[in-house]
């Protein structure tokens, strides 16, 4: 294999240095070196945390295989003790557990199927993005041909940037096993999907993952329309128009269901959305008296004037009113196991997702579970509540971790590991918080003014 070398030294600071020869550098020259220095100490440090990488999965790898070795005197199915690991993996470096779970799957490949990869990362000459390029393009491969991949490509790794290094090996790969695109393709439509992640100031991505000719031929499509409204009046730049167009054409066969008459595609316009929301408004924000954010389930936190229009304008939302002396009632106690809907509903407000470390599943896609099992005198209470997924409540119930929840009424949790390790998860949102002083006058005279106020 050829043999990767490292960037060139550092020659002298270039510049005019009046009288050559013997003597002090120019101040120029000063400035030059000592910025060499400097980007000196920070590829030094860039190659430490590249052998810190490897060492790292040499690490991971090892927990795997003493996992695994385990298995012969345990109780746990090897599923349940995977699973098992990759969550604690999860908490330990505080990930989320799909990521936990590609660390596994990656720190295995580098260690077993690519050790020549390992080794130069283990050397600092090339950075862990590049090795995990070499992971992703030789997975699916033969050995042969992922050995082939490995040992044509590598040389380049220490002197590409990851994207390019990627595109690099992503041809080479087609050259040595052309054959092998058509099924990854096949294996790959069946991973499409579309999601949602949230932004900051109230805004959000909606990304789909389509077949490319799918992906482009929609682009093309919102493109070409954007393109046909711009005129010389239009002030909305074609990136604006793009996602102007692509929002409409989802949104305003709603409106026209609806009857909705706003302008669809404006900046902050609801257009025809009618969705079905937990939106959580302060009493105060939504009489106009206070400019307090509201708090949209599944985003976080949203501007007031968000706020007060979902909260007028989509009947399908579940309107929380928070009174601002009080906060929203926290402990419904119950002699029953079932719980209420208004009870779940808090519940879902405050958790967000499940409260597992490291899970970001929806707290509208979980289940609710006792922390402590009705059977043994669990309460059906808040303070007894909280979401769990099914992989996350097969942890607590099967595989031997533990979880309480505090006692100040916040929804906190403290979880407890198989190998003794404690992690504690907070809720999403804590309802009912105090105010000030002010704010409580404020609300005071509100309620002279506007009678009893009205919690849903």
Not at 214 to 236: F, H, K, M, N, S
């Amino acid at each position: 294999m050829e043999t990767i070398t490292g960037p060139p030294g550092r020659a002298l600071p270039a510049g005019p240095n009046p009288g050559a020869g013997p003597g002090p550098l120019t101040p120029t020259a000063v400035h030059l070196e000592e910025l060499g220095a400097l980007i000196d100490d920070v590829t030094a440090i860039d190659k430490a945390m590249a052998v810190q990488a490897a060492a790292r999965v040499v690490a991971i790898d090892a927990a795997r295989v003493c996992s695994e070795r385990e298995l012969g005197g345990s109780a746990f199915s090897p599923a349940l003790t995977r699973r098992s690991l990759v969550a604690e993996l999860a908490c330990a470096l505080r990930i989320p557990e799909s990521t936990a779970l590609g660390l596994l799957e990656s720190s295995r490949s580098l260690v077993h199927d690519l050790p020549d990869t390992l080794s130069v990362l283990a050397a600092g000459r090339i950075g862990y993005r590049q090795a995990i390029v070499l992971v992703n393009e030789t997975a699916g491969l033969p050995e042969a041909a992922a050995r082939q991949l490995e040992q044509e490509a590598l040389p380049s790794a220490g002197r590409l940037t990851a994207s390019q290094f990627e595109r690099k090996t992503r041809k080479l790969r087609e050259r040595i096993d052309p054959e092998s695109i058509t099924a990854r393709h096949v294996r790959s439509v069946a991973d499409r999907s579309l999601r949602f992640d949230p932004a900051r100031d109230g805004m959000g991505w909606l990304s789909a993952y389509l077949p490319a000719g799918d992906a482009l031929g929609i682009y093309g499509q919102v493109t070409d329309r954007a393109i046909a409204l711009q005129r010389p009046d239009e002030p909305r730049t074609l990136t604006q128009l793009r996602a102007d167009v692509f929002r409409d054409l989802l949104l305003q066969a709603g409106c026209a269901e609806t009857g909705c008459t706003e302008t669809a595609g404006a900046a902050g316009s609801l257009g025809g959305l009618r969705p079905n929301l937990i939106v959580t408004v302060p009493m105060l924000t939504l009489l106009g008296v206070t400019e307090e954010p509201g708090s949209l389930d599944g985003y976080g936190p949203i501007d007031p004037d968000t706020a007060r229009a979902l909260a007028a304008k989509c009947p399908s939302a579940v309107r929380i009113l928070t009174h601002p002396e009080t906060g929203a009632v926290l402990s419904v106690g119950r002699d029953r196991y079932t719980i209420p809907a208004s009870l779940r509903t808090m519940l879902q407000v405050r958790d967000g997702t499940c409260r597992h470390p490291g899970c970001s599943r929806a707290a509208s896609r979980s289940d609710i579970d006792h922390g402590l099992d009705w059977a043994f005198g669990g309460r059906t209470d808040h303070n007894n509540l909280a979401h769990l997924c099914p992989a996350s409540h097969a942890l607590k119930h099967e595989a031997g971790w533990k979880v309480s929840q505090a006692a100040d009424g916040t929804g906190t949790l403290i979880w407890t590991t198989p190998t003794g390790h404690t992690y504690v998860t907070e809720s999403e949102t804590i309802i009912g918080t105090a105010i000030s002083a002010e704010l409580r006058q404020k609300a005071t005279r509100t309620d002279a003014s506007a009678g009893p106020a009205r919690e849903r």
